[in-house]
């Protein structure tokens, strides 16, 4: 089936590094793949989407571009704040059209 | 804001006893939801899709008669826990399709069901 795997937290970086997060996934057919974001006390949300191989999606100055060749969506951003200290969760909607979600990275930035 | 709201955000309840979570859109309808159980360290497993007006559909290995789900209107869904044990402890979460894409989804800020 569907899975998802990222790698494990908790990620710690001082503010204005670069960050990565890395996500592979194991989907039969063409998978549409999300980045959600859970902030402290809060649902999770959208943050990024790509639906087809080599889109990258975009949001909040975070990227991650969809490649197929090695079936990974790593997100990236040049220069973490505090305020992106949170649960980042890689996911994807396969050949059932239901999110399949990784276990999530937890983001610390520290000034 | 929060277009999806969950009640409660915690409770504790004893085993034998049955928990209800209530999970609302808000400023929107929405004809399915879904519902999610979270692990610690784990990630979020689909429990079931509540599709109102008829019968939830469960995934593989899920209890229907221990998850009750009932969508009750457009905006409403609730999940009962019945007869709750300590291994139903956990942190549940709802969301509502966002659009037409299955993947884009509002989320609930989760319950944490706690059982002695």
């Known amino acids: 089936g569907d899975s998802v795997t990222q790698m494990e937290g908790p990620v710690t970086l001082s503010e204005e590094a670069f960050l990565t997060i890395n996500c592979t996934y194991t989907?039969?057919?063409?998978?549409?793949l999300f980045w959600y974001v859970q902030y402290p006390g809060e649902g999770l949300q959208l943050l990024l989407k790509a639906t087809k191989a080599d889109d990258k999606g975009s949001n909040k100055g975070f990227e991650a571009t969809y490649r197929k060749e090695t079936t990974s969506f790593h997100l990236e951003k040049g220069s973490v704040q505090v305020s992106d200290s949170a649960v980042y969760f890689c996911?994807?909607?396969?050949?059932?059209?239901?999110?399949?979600f990784g276990t999530g990275t937890r983001l610390q930035v520290t000034l | 804001g929060a277009v999806v709201s969950q009640h409660p955000s915690r409770v504790i309840c004893k085993s034998g006893t049955s928990v209800k979570i209530e999970c609302r859109s808000l400023d929107f309808q929405a004809t399915t939801m879904f519902w999610y159980r979270q692990f610690p360290k784990k990630s979020l497993m689909l429990m079931a899709t509540?599709?109102?007006?008829?019968?939830?559909?469960?995934e593989q290995g899920v209890e229907k008669d221990k998850f009750l789900i009932n969508h009750a209107s457009l905006t409403l869904s609730t999940l009962t826990v019945t007869s709750a044990h300590p291994e139903d402890s956990s942190f549940y979460i709802c969301?509502?399709?966002?659009?037409?894409?299955?993947?884009?989804?509002?989320f609930g800020p989760g319950t944490r069901l706690t059982v002695l």
């Open positions: 996911a994807l909607t396969g050949t059932a059209s239901k999110l399949t």
């Open positions: 969301s509502a399709p966002r659009g037409t894409s299955s993947g884009e989804q509002f």
């Open positions: 509540s599709n109102e007006g008829s019968k939830a559909t469960y």
């Open positions: 989907a039969t057919g063409y998978p549409s």
